[in-house]
């Protein structure tokens, strides 16, 4: 657009064309986003990623809720997943979390959410379905504490003192 814009104008000697720009230079400044609009994609993901997951909860009693719940809670755990992406950029977001200290927790969450699905969709087992829910949302809190500094070392001393 800025080409266009100086070429209209008669104002082509400027440099640093989008032509000598690499590709991933004239991605990222056609894609980045301010600070505002960063914080306000990630509390609309976040929320919207909670409500999926509680209306997911919800659902189970409903004829046809274990597809619901499986689907609903899934898609919220990915959605509140995807809002931290706001915050870092999605190729950031991704080198972070298979980074060495959380590839186990990301790989953990990734698996317990299929297998949530598939218990729900594929081998119709409900009590199964939750029991992977359950462990998907232990998943998440393991991998979400392994951005907080030191959470994850607290986490293992409180629970080995009260063993």
């Known amino acids: 657009m800025d080409k266009l814009r100086r070429a209209l104008s008669g104002d082509e000697s400027v440099s640093g064309d989008d032509e000598e720009q690499?590709?991933?230079a004239q991605i990222n400044s056609a894609t980045t986003l301010s600070w505002s609009t960063r914080i306000q994609g990630f509390a609309v993901c976040f929320v919207l990623g909670f409500v999926f997951s509680?209306?997911?909860s919800a659902l189970i009693a409903l004829p046809k809720g274990l597809l619901l719940f499986?689907?609903?809670y899934t898609i919220g755990n990915l959605t509140s997943m995807a809002s931290t992406m706001f915050l870092m950029g999605p190729f950031r977001q991704l080198k972070k979390m298979f980074n060495e200290t959380r590839v186990l927790a990301t790989i953990g969450v990734f698996v317990f959410m299929i297998l949530t699905l598939l218990s729900a969709l594929w081998w119709k087992r409900a009590l199964l379905a939750v029991i992977f829910c359950i462990l998907q949302f232990l998943a998440f809190i393991w991998y979400s504490?392994?951005?907080i500094p030191y959470a994850r070392?607290?986490?293992r001393k409180t629970i080995t003192s009260c063993v």
């Open 22 to 24: 690499g590709f991933a």
């Open 54 to 56: 509680i209306l997911g």
């Open 70 to 72: 499986a689907m609903f």
């Open 145 to 147: 504490l392994s951005y």
């Open 153 to 155: 070392d607290m986490v």
